[in-house]
């Protein structure tokens, strides 16, 4: 299911979910609350169903709704078939930046491909480039890619700008979104060759991605006004020095 439409918060997304019945096999809604399941729909079969509505699937288990109260969960984005048991509809792929890369998890087989030596050779070029800036060409699309907080650290998280941490510098708006949402976006207009690269070439260990400045984002030319956005700087790491091309 592809859509151009892209969402920034649950309300946006039901919104639009409640005018698109049809891309989900829905004739009708007979009851829509804020409970869950946020709806009772009749499907095109005649079934009737209970759905759950979330702008990221896998909230509907920090929202701690239980399983059996819902038929489907339908959302703006998922990674997940399932939660907890419960079958997804989404409207986006949802890709995710690996926080870290696990020391103990194998190699990925075979050389890079040539979109992932592409996007590191523009990282190295630049050394180092504001994420969302490397969306050009068959690199642009309308993909996102978001980063994860544990519940844990969401429910530490600082209001104020006292904590030394990345989140000691962003704006309540930010922290808003991510106490709410358990995400931050980090990179905007992407094609899914382009997020398929990224995130294979920080499986491999070849570039890492860290916070970085709005001023230099906007030097890079990257103005995002998504609530839940994170500049973020993509540089290539010590072992992709062997895959960088000779200026001569």
């Given at each position: 299911?592809?859509?151009?439409?892209?969402?920034?918060s649950?309300?946006?997304?039901?919104?639009?979910?409640?005018?698109n019945l049809g891309k989900f096999g829905i004739r009708e809604i007979v009851l829509n609350q804020e409970v869950c399941p946020d709806y009772v729909v009749i499907m095109d079969s005649g079934e009737t169903k209970k759905v759950e509505a979330e702008l990221i699937a896998i909230n509907f288990r920090y929202h701690k709704h239980k399983p059996e109260k819902a038929d489907f969960i339908?959302?703006?984005y998922a990674k997940e078939r399932e939660v907890d048991g419960v079958p997804v509809l989404a409207v986006h792929r949802f890709?995710?930046?690996?926080?870290?890369?696990?020391?103990?998890?194998?190699?990925?087989a075979g050389p890079p491909s040539e979109d992932e030596l592409r996007?590191?050779?523009?990282?190295?070029?630049?050394?180092?480039i504001e994420l969302s800036a490397l969306g050009q060409e068959d690199?642009?699309?309308?993909?996102?890619i978001f980063l994860p907080f544990r519940p844990d650290l969401v429910s530490e998280m600082p209001w104020g700008g006292t904590d030394d941490s990345i989140l000691g510098v962003l704006s309540k708006k930010t922290k808003k979104f991510i106490k709410t949402y358990h995400y931050a976006v980090i990179g905007v207009?992407?094609?899914?060759?382009?997020?398929?690269?990224?995130?294979?070439?920080?499986r491999r260990g070849l570039i890492k991605a860290r916070p970085m400045c709005f001023a230099a984002a906007a030097y890079d030319g990257t103005i995002v006004t998504h609530p839940g956005w994170i500049p973020t700087e993509v540089v290539a790491t010590e072992k992709a020095e062997q895959f960088r091309k000779s200026p001569f």
């Open positions: 299911m592809k859509e151009a439409a892209h969402f920034e649950e309300r946006e997304f039901r919104k639009w979910f409640e005018q339908v959302a703006g890709w995710e930046c690996p926080s870290e890369v696990a020391e103990s998890a194998p190699p990925l996007m590191l050779n523009t990282i190295q070029f630049y050394a180092g690199f642009a699309g309308q993909c996102r207009g992407l094609s899914e060759r382009a997020c398929d690269a990224f995130d294979t070439l920080i």
